[in-house]
């Protein structure tokens, strides 16, 4: 599924990586560093920048504190959750048993970060053509920055 979107990678461990909720480490006693939380922290960053290399591209008139405030509206976890049912990642994430009972996999945080992650993962698994095309697709045309 993410396949058709990123393209393939030689390492899926990071794919993984991505999907994998922290419940699941934490309930099943894995190594915490197995969840996407690294990499959210990593993906967030890469939203962030493609978000305003293509903002500063669009909109070569508005000042900082525009951009900077539409920037805020397009990455926020309500876009994301939405982009993540879009593309299915709401099926895709691993969730701890508890997690899952509490209806984790529609919760909101859940997939705008594991959204994070995905797009971290494939950045680092070499790309980022492809996650900078799905931004633009995802992120930038459809909530109409163009």
Request: proline share 3%; glycine share 8%.
């Amino acid at each position: 599924m993410l396949e058709k979107i990123f393209g393939t990678v030689e390492d899926e461990s990071l794919v993984e990586k991505a999907l994998t909720h922290p419940s699941f480490t934490k309930e099943l006693n894995l190594d915490s560093l197995t969840s996407y939380e690294r990499l959210e922290f990593f993906g967030d960053s890469v939203l962030k920048l493609f978000t305003s290399k293509l903002l500063y591209e669009i909109y070569p008139e508005y000042p900082e504190g525009k951009l900077s405030q539409i920037r805020s509206i397009l990455v926020s976890d309500a876009i994301l959750c939405e982009i993540a049912f879009q593309i299915g990642l709401d099926k895709l994430i691993k969730l701890g048993p508890a997690e899952e009972k509490q209806g984790g996999r529609k919760r909101e945080s859940n997939l705008a970060c594991s959204l994070e992650a995905t797009l971290g993962a494939y950045y680092l698994s070499g790309q980022g053509d492809a996650v900078e095309k799905f931004i633009i697709k995802y992120v930038i045309k459809f909530n109409g920055a163009i």
